[in-house]
């Protein structure tokens, strides 16, 4: 692995709430546990779309067998955004369903790998995958890599991913006390859903008192246990973990959807803003302070940043396997976010009036009212009374 032009130590960077935007494309969809054949996938198109819907922040994993390759390809055929403004996440350490390498030697080569299949000098954020899976000395060994690498340039941000919340905290604050230095990012899936919302009722306070500077929500649908069609079923066959028992409860919650909701209304559609809604309120103590970006119009490519009141709102990673889907996600964002462009505008207007006009009532009658006719009034409700 040739030397990166450029080094980026702990002491340099910004914060990475100043760097990574609240909506990050996920593409573990573009492999054979979602889809039959991942090749067919109109990926480029859909990343395309992304770029020119205001996406800039794209997360994928070695793991995710071809996604790497499908997104470095549909980055570098087009021309709408340079490099320099997007993010990209990826992992390593997970090889297989049951092969792990975190050695210092290996994580160094999956970078590099990483690095020549996104067509990049550089990785924004790089993930241990599925911390859960090994043992605590081989995450810290791996961490140390990232760092060495983050230093040298290749990488900027270093993280851990996985899925139990208890286990990701242990290990933020085992981290951040063996090191002397906190992680930058930490990413939970499947735990802040209409079904599971362990990240932020058992974790997120944790992994900030451990020192995370974002915390990243994935998967909102659970692994796509929350969809009326039930779990995808790609070419590796059914690979979700969920018992049969849960998997009934999500057709009886599709079913109440149905049954309550608008025409139409589908348990996924109401899921996903679930998850993006909550997490950018819940979220936030760990979120970030970049502003989303939205087209003025349909079809316009002039984009505007958008303000919000609060401080940060929290971070979203979802992926998209077609164009509908990837449609549908954008229309949820813009209202989540239109919803705090809105909130912004009321606390701005109401910050107008300052103490002196806000709460101002002016009196009714006003000073010297005087009813008119009020005597003859009397006087003719005098008479219709004798």
């Known amino acids: 692995m040739a030397c990166s032009t450029t080094t980026t130590t702990a002491t340099a960077r910004k914060p990475l ?12 969809t573009f492999t054979h546990q979602y889809n039959h054949d991942p090749h067919s996938l109109a990926t480029t198109a859909i990343i395309n779309h992304a770029l020119s819907s ?4 794209f997360d994928t994993s070695p793991y995710y067998g071809p996604a790497e390759t499908l997104l470095g390809d549909a980055l570098q055929s087009q021309s709408l955004v340079p490099r320099s403004d997007y993010i990209l996440q990826s992992k390593c350490g997970r090889i297989a369903a049951d092969k792990f390498d975190y050695s210092p030697a290996w994580i ?10 996104l067509g990049t000098e550089y990785l924004d954020v790089v993930f241990c995958h599925d911390v859960e899976f090994v043992e605590p000395w081989e995450v810290f060994s791996a961490v140390q890599t990232l760092r060495e690498l983050r230093d040298q340039g290749f990488i900027r941000y270093v993280g851990i991913s996985g899925y139990p919340t208890d286990v990701l905290a242990s290990l933020a604050q085992q981290v951040k006390d063996r090191t002397g230095e906190p992680l930058d990012a930490v990413m939970s899936y499947a735990n802040y859903t209409l079904q599971n919302t ?6 997120l306070d944790r992994l900030v008192d451990a020192g995370v500077e974002c915390v990243l929500n994935g998967s909102p649908l659970g692994m796509g246990l929350l969809r009326t069609q039930g779990v ?14 849960l998997r009934d409860r999500c057709v009886d919650a599709a079913n109440e959807v149905q049954k309550y909701g608008e025409k139409g209304e589908r348990l996924e559609t109401l899921a996903l803003r679930f998850s993006i809604e909550g997490w950018v309120r819940d979220g936030a103590l760990a979120g970030t302070n970049v502003r989303p970006l939205l087209t003025s119009a349909a079809n316009d490519t002039t984009f ?8 940060r709102v929290g971070i979203n990673v979802i992926g998209a396997s077609y164009m509908h889907e990837l449609e549908e996600l954008m229309k949820i964002w813009r209202d989540i976010v239109s919803a705090l462009e809105r909130e912004f ?5 109401v910050d107008v009036f300052g103490e002196e006009w806000r709460d101002y009532t002016w009196p009714s009658p006003g000073e010297g009212y005087v009813r008119g006719g009020q005597e003859k009034q009397a006087d003719t409700l005098i008479k219709s009374r004798m």
């Open 304 to 311: 505007r940043e958008v303000c919000f009141a609060r401080p």
């Open 345 to 349: 505008l009321y606390q701005k207007v």
């Open 198 to 203: 362990l990240l932020f009722s058992k974790a």
């Open 108 to 117: 160094r080569q999956s970078v590099e790998q990483s690095l020549q299949r």
């Open 54 to 57: 205001g996406i800039r922040a």
């Open 232 to 245: 995808p079923v790609g070419d590796m066959g059914d690979f979700h973990p969920a018992p049969n028992a």
């Open 17 to 28: 709430y100043e760097v990574l935007p609240p909506l990050v494309l996920g593409t573990a």
